[in-house]
């Protein structure tokens, strides 16, 4: 029996959708599903505060005085030239933060201070409510959602360990399947970082069935390179995008938008 020119189109377009049927999600983080100015106006500052008294504490030029200290262990990866004093790697620190550097020692070093924020409860975690609800909702046994951000993994977990929801702090980090970060699939802008992930979460010959979401348009166009589908999330406060530069992309301002 002959199949009809009409059903093996019908039969072609339903494998194409199925083919790009979303059932992962990458999140980026800062500007994304979190207020851009979570990070660069409590976060940064908090860590610049503390830097000091963290510092202080140690002898320097800086030498390993336990291989328990992750501090040291972290610091030690410095140029030797920048531990010669508390000053001097104060300095180099804080430039690399004025300056947004997402250089891994201070992500590392961030992550740590940022721990003892969070258990003090000095710091929670602003998410989006329609990030949240998504977040909750999304994962099931044949989806899953991952984090990608510049932040190091150590700094994900926290911040999704410590969600403001109605004033208490919430771990939503049980509902992640994984995480991602610049030492681990590398950065942001290079399509390659996104084909890494892909291969780490075994989803190179279905890469139309991850969507990346990110309010950076040149990490967009790196994740669409590397086969992937992104949106453009527009957020209060982030950086306007010109619109020829949005011409072609999908923009949304909601998770609540995500065709799933």
Same mark, same amino acid.
């Not at 500052?45 to 328990?68: A, R």
């Not at 995008?241 to 909601?254: C, F, Q, V």
């Given at each position: ?5 009409? !059903? ?6 339903? &494998? ?5 049927? *979303?059932?992962? *999600? ?6 994304? *599903?979190?207020?851009?100015? =979570? ?9 610049? #505060? ?9 002898? @320097? ?30 300095? %180099? ?8 550097? !997402? &250089? ?13 924020? %969070? ?14 609800? =998504? ?10 959602? +991952?984090? +990608? ?23 939503? #980090?049980?509902?992640?399947?994984? @995480? =991602? ?12 970082? %996104?084909? !890494? ?17 990110? &309010?950076?348009? #040149?990490?967009? !166009? ?8 992104? @949106?453009?999330? *527009? ?20 998770? @609540?938008?995500? &065709?799933?």
């Amino acid at each position: 029996m002959t199949t009809s020119p009409i !059903k093996k189109l019908d039969s072609i377009h339903s &494998d194409l959708k199925n083919q790009s049927k *979303i059932d992962t *999600i990458i999140l980026d983080i800062e500007g994304t *599903i979190c207020p851009i100015t =979570f990070v660069k106006d409590k976060l940064f500052p908090y860590f610049i #505060n503390k830097l000091p008294t963290i510092l202080e504490k140690y002898n @320097y030029p800086l030498n390993s005085i336990s291989d328990k200290d992750p501090i040291i262990n972290v610091l030690e990866n410095l140029p030797s030239n920048i531990t010669i004093s508390e000053t001097t790697i104060y300095n %180099y620190l804080k430039n690399l933060v004025d300056n947004d550097i !997402k &250089d891994p020692v201070l992500k590392s070093l961030q992550g740590l201070i940022w721990d003892q924020g %969070y258990k003090s409860g000095e710091l929670k975690s602003p998410i989006y409510k329609d990030s949240i609800e =998504f977040i909750e909702k999304f994962p099931s046994t044949t989806k899953k959602i +991952y984090l +990608y951000s510049s932040g190091s993994i150590n700094a994900q977990k926290l911040l999704f360990g410590h969600v403001d929801v109605n004033g208490k702090s919430t771990n939503l #980090n049980k509902y992640l399947s994984g @995480y =991602f970060d610049i030492t681990t699939a590398g950065y942001k802008n290079e399509y390659t970082s %996104y084909t !890494k992930i892909l291969r780490e979460i075994n989803k190179l010959d279905q890469s139309q069935s991850v969507l990346f979401l990110s &309010d950076n348009i #040149n990490e967009v !166009k790196a994740a669409i390179k590397a086969g992937m589908q992104s @949106y453009i999330v *527009i957020r209060p406060g982030n950086a306007p995008i010109p619109i020829e530069e949005k011409n072609g992309y999908r923009t949304i301002t909601s998770l @609540y938008e995500v &065709d799933i």
